[in-house]
């Protein structure tokens, strides 16, 4: 099935997970698969006519599958993807000769043309662009990256996106005054104004196309994330381009998106050498009306750029039921089927 290539053009700062940046590791600065498809069917009502049964239905097996959100740049004319790099690949990708900077394993993310040339062994392309997680550009390495007086403009060239953080405190919400002694920090994702995001969907049943772009439309317009009230995580649907062939060969499949492997998968060798995969634990709350009512059951998944054998499958992954409550008119699912991309990958 044809990926279709969904360009958002991002209008302001991001704030995602429930975490505050007391506590980095539940806060991300990039949207994820889960979070993405749990977005989309949470407007999916305003977009048509369905009912909660029909949503939950949806929710338990989803018509489409998404990528988690990945750093886009418009270069020579194009937009282009910077792809997730496979688990483990700066140890794969040492040249003979040793000539490989110890700071290009900080990348998160490459051109599909870094990626090709790593997949074969090859030396990095002149126009190589290398990326970390949290936006810094890791390759080529920009100018004044060193500076001991950087300026704004030097701080840019040398990130995509960057995190800011701003004291904040809490508000007692019947007398509107500040909640003594609850001061904490807050973070937020800032983007350069030439950085978009692109997330490639993958429809098993074509009918549901419409729906879901207009659903993505009305998410762009609340946003998505935390921080919707001070508008934080607004995007518009920028471009959408049919089709997305990268070409890096077959033999394995590369995970773009957070998956959560049957059983049946697991027995035929999904896992099987020579996969190379990290997991990564999703938690949290599930909201009612905005409002955190329960906690969900936290699930360990594979994490994008995860390495499994191709099984020769249509799809992979399935979703989980994460909290069934008395509290909830339904029960909640997170998303684990994921969108892979056929890779050839060296075996050394």
Same mark, same amino acid.
């Given at each position: 099935?044809?990926?279709?290539q969904?360009?958002? +053009?991002?209008l302001s700062?991001?704030?995602?997970?429930?975490?505050?940046?007391?506590?980095?590791?539940?806060?991300?600065?990039?949207p994820?698969?889960?979070?993405?498809v749990?977005?989309?069917?949470?407007v999916?009502?305003?977009a048509?006519?369905?009912?909660?049964?029909?949503?939950?239905?949806?929710?338990?097996?989803p018509?489409?599958?998404?990528?988690?959100?990945?750093?886009?740049?418009?270069?020579?004319?194009?937009?282009e993807?910077?792809?997730?790099?496979?688990?483990?690949?700066?140890?794969?990708?040492?040249?003979?000769?040793?000539?490989?900077?110890?700071?290009?394993?900080?990348?998160?993310?490459?051109?599909?043309?870094?990626?090709?040339?790593?997949?074969?062994?090859?030396?990095?392309?002149?126009?190589?662009?290398?990326?970390?997680?949290?936006g810094s550009?890791?390759?080529?390495?920009?100018? /004044?990256?060193?500076?001991?007086?950087?300026?704004?403009?030097?701080?840019?060239?040398?990130?995509?996106?960057?995190?800011?953080?701003?004291?904040?405190?809490?508000?007692?919400?019947?007398?509107?005054?500040?909640?003594?002694?609850?001061?904490?920090?807050?973070?937020?994702?800032?983007?350069r104004?030439?950085?978009?995001?692109?997330?490639?969907?993958?429809?098993?049943?074509?009918?549901?196309?419409?729906?879901?772009?207009?659903?993505?439309?009305?998410?762009?317009?609340?946003?998505?994330?935390? /921080?919707?009230?001070?508008?934080?995580? +607004?995007?518009?649907?920028?471009?959408?381009?049919?089709?997305?062939?990268?070409?890096?060969?077959?033999?394995?499949?590369?995970?773009?998106?957070?998956?959560?492997?049957?059983?049946?998968?697991i027995?035929?060798?999904?896992?099987?050498?020579?996969?190379?995969?990290?997991?990564?634990?999703?938690g949290?709350?599930?909201?009612?009306?905005?409002?955190?009512?329960?906690?969900?059951?936290?699930?360990?998944?594979?994490?994008?750029?995860?390495?499994?054998?191709d099984? /020769?499958?249509?799809?992979?992954g399935?979703?989980?039921?994460?909290l +069934?409550?008395?509290?909830?008119?339904?029960?909640?699912?997170?998303?684990?089927?994921?969108?892979?991309?056929?890779?050839?990958w060296?075996?050394?």
């Open positions: 099935m044809a990926l279709v969904y360009i958002l +053009r991002l700062a991001f704030h995602l997970s429930g975490g505050r940046d007391d506590d980095p590791a539940d806060l991300e600065d990039l994820r698969s889960d979070t993405l749990s977005a989309i069917l949470s999916w009502d305003r048509t006519s369905a009912t909660a049964a029909e949503i939950e239905a949806l929710a338990v097996e018509p489409f599958v998404l990528s988690s959100a990945m750093p886009t740049l418009e270069r020579n004319q194009r937009f993807v910077l792809l997730f790099l496979p688990v483990g690949w700066s140890r794969q990708s040492t040249r003979d000769d040793g000539d490989f900077p110890k700071s290009y394993r900080r990348a998160r993310f490459a051109t599909v043309e870094s990626l090709r040339a790593l997949a074969q062994g090859r030396a990095l392309p002149s126009d190589a662009l290398l990326v970390s997680d949290r550009i890791v390759a080529p390495a920009a100018p /004044g990256a060193f500076d001991s007086n950087p300026t704004i403009d030097s701080i840019w060239r040398q990130h995509l996106w960057r995190r800011e953080v701003t004291p904040r405190v809490a508000v007692d919400r019947f007398t509107a005054a500040a909640a003594e002694g609850v001061l904490f920090r807050y973070g937020s994702t800032y983007f104004k030439d950085v978009y995001l692109t997330v490639l969907a993958e429809f098993h049943d074509p009918s549901y196309r419409p729906t879901f772009e207009t659903a993505l439309r009305i998410l762009g317009m609340e946003g998505i994330g935390g /921080g919707r009230s001070i508008g934080r995580g +607004r995007f518009e649907l920028h471009r959408v381009i049919d089709g997305f062939e990268p070409q890096l060969g077959s033999g394995r499949r590369l995970l773009l998106s957070l998956m959560h492997p049957t059983k049946a998968e027995l035929q060798g999904l896992l099987a050498s020579p996969a190379a995969y990290s997991l990564v634990g999703r949290g709350w599930a909201e009612l009306n905005g409002i955190g009512v329960n906690r969900r059951q936290t699930v360990n998944l594979l994490a994008e750029g995860s390495l499994v054998c099984l /020769g499958a249509s799809r992979y399935n979703s989980v039921c994460t +069934r409550s008395n509290r909830l008119p339904y029960a909640v699912y997170r998303c684990g089927c994921a969108l892979t991309l056929p890779l050839a060296r075996n050394s």
